[in-house]
């Protein structure tokens, strides 16, 4: 996984997933997390260690920059993406660039010393830049154009920015 963004976790977690989903089912994402919900257990957390099991699949997240990963994921929800892809024995590679893709698999470079990671699938959730190529044309058409969300800006877009610009401009409109 080339990226560390809510997206790279988001797909992090859909690669390592079995099963049934336990977000679907209260009573097994209560008990996967360790939370008694009968109160029973003292201040309501009954192993404070998630039963989940490690993926059968490898995966490895890269990220180009130093510093924890999922830092800028959500305050109330980035733990609990963390904890997740931990426990599944996700590897975290950090501080790296990127050289070339090819038949031996992902190279780069980590604290100036280049390495090759052989694996059979990348997947690339980084660096978005925004798509504008048909503004112009429709300008010179004379048609009336509103540039939003990713189109605008993609460095730094989520979902609610993305959604609030367009409900914002609906409205307008």
Not at 11 to 30: A, K, P, R
Not at 95 to 104: A, E, L
Request: charged share 25%.
């Amino acid at each position: 996984m080339i990226g560390a963004g809510g997206i790279g976790f988001d797909v992090s977690e859909y690669l390592t997933h079995e099963g049934d989903s336990s977000s679907q089912n209260i009573d097994t994402w209560l008990k996967e997390w360790g939370i008694d919900k009968s109160l029973k257990a003292r201040a309501g957390i009954e192993n404070v260690t998630p039963e989940l099991k490690a993926s059968a699949r490898a995966v490895f997240m890269f990220k180009r920059s130093k510093g924890k990963f999922g830092g800028n994921l959500g305050k109330t929800t980035g733990w609990i993406h963390r904890s997740t892809l931990k426990k599944k024995k996700v590897q975290f590679i950090g501080g790296v660039s990127y050289t070339k893709i090819d038949d031996k698999g992902l190279h780069y470079t980590q604290h100036g010393e280049a390495k090759v990671l052989a694996v059979d699938h990348i997947v690339i959730c980084a660096g978005q830049v925004p798509y504008q190529d048909l503004y112009q044309p429709l300008m010179d058409a004379g048609s009336k154009v509103h540039v939003i969300g990713g189109a605008f800006m993609a460095s730094e877009l989520d979902a609610k920015i993305a959604i609030s610009q367009g409900a914002r401009l609906a409205a307008a409109l």
